[in-house]
């Protein structure tokens, strides 16, 4: 049987045609203002006296290899040979590398077999059990390599659990405001309910209870259950690190009311000023002296990612989440899920077992690889401290000291002029403020709208990763010149 | 304010508190046999006398490197100076390596920057561009860089498309019986319709046009919308190369009905009888003849991965999807959909351009890859041919001949005793037959039922991937004897 080949063909899809959820949602890191400067900055490549600047210089994306930052030598060289084991079998070749490295490589190599092959779903069981090792001695609680899952970057790990804990629109996740745009995204794609809950910008973004409380108990009211609690920190876009109170603030609230915690600690090596205290330390400590059990179902997935840190691997796409407190049905269920994309790639998972394990003093590539970190944290430091200074020195901006991951969020009280410029563009005043900045400058931020902030209130993203300090120069001066113009 | 630690902590989540469907999701790749393998090969490892085989053999995934199958080596060498681009600056070692693998790894960082670095989320312009020169090449027709979207692994495509059409459980998705689970897995997370369409068994797993509108009919007069129609060619598991005039076929369908064809076109290399014709090439041939614009509104996804082919790179999870006529409105979704997940590992993105591109005649990598191809290719060729022979030789089993991919799918009439043992087991008697396969020989299958099939009728997938013959003999033996004692 043939189809007659006759009357009307069925017309072609349009967006409105697609899953309303994916409509929904919004990713404003590669958004608006990001997509204008990709247009500008093909415009330079053809014609590049058009703008006023000469290259658009990118603070939108946590992407330190796109910018100066140069991969760790260690990483590159035991992944060399992952990727081309015959090297190990070349004397020439092997000579030109400390004998760390290729021990490591080897290693790996043993354990992992071919990066080629498909790893089991959970990961290779050599990289879970480094981790777990790491996390025993970060925290000084034991850690079980049963409960690692390695994941593509820690977005994918995010998008798991908010999958599983996703039951149609009563489901609500409690997020920080400002947050990182992946969750809402990720709650969008789900048909489920972001619950914003306010960090306290004034205290370094602390966390409050009553606020935590506030958004529960509304959202009981309103019928929704809030069934998760995310928590971001180091903070993104704050960059402000939790204190050990606000920690046990959150574990209050999962105990009481059976919030499934999210604890995105992604930027865990990037502290410059206070202590990184993982939420699962704090858990440990309160389930050591509560001798009521009181924080026994606590149930939890901590992320971190070969993207951030020292490392700024991004491109690589490593990540990995660990388990605390869960059912094993529970676990059942995100093994399958996982399961369906098969497995993280391998060398990214043969990259975060080398992350949690450096080398140690005393092996050949530790001075080396020592001195690297040190520069790298050194520069973000630096460049951090620098760029809170020039936005405290600004009219009408206020920054709170990033003491944490790759970014600033000041806020601007801007002029009257520039509120009634964006409504006549038809922009919220601060993505018409990155815009101005963009078109002006050739700098490309994220608008606080992107991220969440409190009513009435006007922010920008920055990362302190672009090289150098002119740009931040070019910034104050189009800053006086824009609340000159639109005072 | 703080939250008083009192009252009874709230319980934790069970599997029944989760997402309904993940929980209705199945994987069998992945499932009941391989996770049963798996212990056993733990067993194997503590207590190898304890079972009557020596090793696990994996026949149940297509994962040429976690058997025998080298990567290879133009690849890994590309792969390797990427990850270490300070290689290249190192004489010694660079002389090491012929010239053209030194070039193309300069002209990738040229293009890519660091593979540390997040690309664009549709990713690297560069490998965009080798791919569309690659598809223009293979099919006589242009593509357009433009509409080539990278991914992690042609999974990660599958998902990004059918989560974009899914409008809820009215929304219907053909797929061909049997079907690669991913397909089931992944409409089941979206909480919408598979329409399984039967593939035509007796002639080499063909498509029929009754078949295929027999289902869209029905589908609608239930009120279900079928929105995308999915063909897997050369077919998993079928092993099976359709011939032009089933591709027509689908194109006739899609025509009429506006599915959205998915293309799963990742074993288009793996092609030992017959000819690979692309589902894009078929539709453009059409449209150039057609000159009533029948076929200008067909819009289409064509997948593929490094996965398959003679690259067999499963762990380094790189893959595409060339979209066809869609409008760009569709295509900003896909692009937000897509950006979300930041982009695929670079590194991937890197291999991709390898494959679609390998070492020309006269270059010096040639002669090598050159071999290392026709190797793999001749051991899949050799293998498929040996399984299917020897299938067709077992009582009761009937296999098609093994025309791609790298898979059979022989069918079993299983004697009435093995019916009444697999029902007093509670499994259906494919799984019935697979366990006891596992039980006694080490070799790890599939069920038919993981993929579908007809009604009363019961299959195996096996790959033909693990090496040398002798678990071919074992399984013969085993089959003989499980005849004797059921029937």
Redesign the interface.
């Known amino acids: 049987?043939?189809?007659p080949?006759s009357?009307v063909?069925?017309?072609?899809?349009?967006?409105t045609?697609?899953?309303?959820n994916?409509?929904k949602?919004k990713?404003a890191?590669?958004g608006r203002i990001p997509a204008k400067a990709e247009e500008l900055r093909k415009q330079l490549i053809k014609d590049p006296g058009s703008l006023p600047f000469k290259k658009i210089i990118n603070a939108n994306?946590g992407?330190?290899?796109?910018l100066d930052q140069k991969?760790l030598?260690f990483y590159?060289?035991v992944?060399?040979?992952?990727?081309?084991?015959?090297?190990i079998e070349?004397e020439?070749?092997v000579n030109?590398f400390p004998s760390d490295v290729v021990l490591r490589a080897k290693k790996i190599l043993d354990a992992t077999?071919?990066?080629?092959?498909?790893?089991h779903?959970q990961g290779v069981p050599y990289v879970c059990q480094s981790i777990a090792n790491y996390i025993s001695r970060r925290d000084g609680y034991p850690s079980n390599p049963e409960d690692i899952f390695l994941t593509?970057?820690a977005?994918?790990a995010v998008?798991y659990i908010i999958?599983?804990?996703?039951?149609g629109p009563k489901t609500g996740f409690l997020i920080p405001i400002p947050q990182y745009p992946?969750y809402t995204?990720?709650i969008a794609?789900?048909n489920t309910h972001a619950l914003p809950y306010y960090l306290n910008e004034d205290d370094d973004w602390s966390i409050?209870?009553?606020e935590l409380?506030r958004v529960i108990e509304d959202a009981i009211a309103q019928g929704i259950k809030p069934r998760c609690l995310v928590v971001i920190n180091p903070g993104n876009p704050t960059g402000a690190v939790l204190k050990k109170d606000s920690i046990v603030?959150l574990l209050?609230?999962a105990?009481?009311?059976?919030?499934?915690i999210i604890a995105d600690e992604v930027y865990q090596e990037n502290v410059y000023k206070g202590e990184f205290i993982s939420v699962k330390k704090v858990l440990r400590e309160l389930q050591a002296t509560?001798k009521?059990?009181?924080?026994?179902?606590?149930?939890m997935a901590s992320l971190h990612s070969t993207?951030k840190g020292l490392?700024?691997?991004?491109?690589?796409?490593g990540g990995y989440m660990e388990l605390v407190?869960?059912?094993s049905?529970?676990k059942?269920?995100l093994t399958?899920?996982t399961?369906?994309?098969?497995?993280?790639?391998?060398?990214?998972q043969a990259l975060m077992s080398l992350m949690v394990n450096p080398p140690k003093p005393g092996e050949p590539s530790y001075e080396l690889d020592h001195q690297q970190r040190q520069k790298v944290f050194n520069d973000l430091s630096t460049r951090a401290h620098t760029l809170y200074t020039a936005f405290n020195e600004m009219e009408g901006v206020s920054c709170r000291n990033p003491m944490g991951a790759m970014y600033c969020f000041p806020r601007f009280d801007l002029p009257g002029g520039a509120f009634k410029a964006a409504e006549k563009a038809g922009l919220s005043p601060d993505v018409f403020y990155c815009e101005r900045l963009l078109l002006e400058t050739g700098i490309c931020t994220v608008a606080g709208s992107g991220f969440g902030q409190a009513p009435e209130t006007w922010h920008v993203r920055t990362t302190f990763l672009p090289p150098g300090t002119d740009w931040i120069n070019y910034w104050k001066v189009f800053h006086a010149d824009f609340m000159k113009k639109y005072r």
């Open positions: 049987m043939t189809l080949r009357g063909p069925a017309p072609k899809l349009f967006d045609d697609l899953n309303p994916i409509l949602a990713y890191v590669r994306i992407n330190p290899q796109q991969p030598t590159r060289r992944l060399a040979l992952l990727e081309d084991p015959e090297l070349n020439e070749i030109c077999g071919s990066v080629g092959a498909y790893s779903s593509a970057g977005s994918t998008k999958d599983l804990l996703s039951l992946l995204a990720t794609l789900n409050d209870s009553s409380i603030k209050d609230v105990a009481k009311y059976g919030t499934f509560d009521t059990g009181y924080y026994d179902n606590v149930q993207s490392s700024g691997e991004c491109g690589q796409r407190g869960i059912n049905s529970v059942t269920q399958k899920l399961s369906i994309s098969l497995c993280g790639p391998v060398i990214s």
